[in-house]
């Protein structure tokens, strides 16, 4: 029992580190600043063709305040759903495409209009590319087919009206959380 309670506390330990030891310099050498214009230029090109909204996201690691109560990454790409305001879109149809470095670990959240029309499966498809490409190290390609994943859902679900106003109700700058 002992044994077991060590290997906890040094995991937990070990992950406290890892969290702390990844921060901005990290995420700027896996995604460089015009990386992140690329992205950012995708998400607007993207958006003119369907009336959703897709958030970019990179978090270096987790707050303290998330390590301490050993909170997952899905926990976190939640809550930044909700501050990065992606499920308040007119059609519910906002994507969050969460990259939490510290852990590797990849969140794909959707909004409630959006996880109606289109099975988990496909998301886990778009999360699968995009973690082999990060396993190789190429972040922005990574990104850039995930984006590219979601587009052709939100085209084929939420194709935008020829003659509809284009609304973009969210930012489509990278958030980078350091």
Not at 7 to 36: N, Q, S, T, Y
Not at 166 to 172: D, G, I, K, P, S
Request: aromatic fraction near 4%; hydrophobic fraction near 45%.
């Amino acid at each position: 029992m002992q044994a077991e309670q060590q290997r906890g506390l040094g995991a937990r330990l070990a992950r406290l580190l890892r969290h702390r030891w990844i921060d901005e310099r990290a995420v700027r050498r896996a995604l460089p600043a015009e990386a992140l214009q690329r992205l950012e230029a995708q998400v607007v090109q993207s958006e003119r063709h369907h009336s959703g909204e897709i958030r970019l996201c990179v978090e270096a690691g987790l707050p303290l305040s998330y390590l301490r109560r050993g909170a997952t990454p899905r926990e976190r790409a939640l809550a930044v759903f909700g501050k990065l305001r992606v499920w308040d879109t007119e059609h519910n149809n906002g994507v969050l495409i969460y990259l939490l470095m510290a852990d590797h670990a990849i969140e794909l959240v959707v909004d409630r209009g959006l996880a109606r029309v289109v099975a988990p499966g496909h998301w886990a498809d778009i999360v699968a590319g995009l973690s082999g490409d990060l396993r190789q190290g190429h972040f922005e390609r990574g990104l850039a087919r995930a984006v590219a994943g979601v587009d052709a859902v939100l085209v084929q679900h939420y194709p935008m009206a020829t003659d509809a106003p284009n609304v973009n109700e969210l930012a489509n700058a990278v958030h980078v959380i350091a």
